[in-house]
């Protein structure tokens, strides 16, 4: 659960010629909880310290504003 949302994560990792991981792929279902999960992580000491590109962070819009939203998306 994500911000009192059901999450689903599915991952996909690549292996180098030597065995070991060099790519990971993360895909977060469904859309309303992937992005109350970026922008938590936006609004964390990790999201401050971090690319402002990296997670969802729209202008003006609050959290309520995007659990609005996501609530409406999933009616």
Request: aromatic share 6%.
């Amino acid at each position: 659960m994500v911000g009192g949302r059901p999450i689903k994560a599915t991952a996909t990792m690549r292996r180098n010629a030597e065995g070991k991981i060099d790519a990971v792929v993360v895909n977060h279902r469904p859309l309303s909880a992937a992005l109350t999960f970026s922008r938590l992580i936006a609004e964390s000491p990790i999201g401050a310290q971090s690319h402002p590109d990296r997670f969802y962070r729209p202008e003006g819009q609050t959290y309520q504003d995007l659990l609005d939203y996501t609530d409406g998306q999933n009616t």
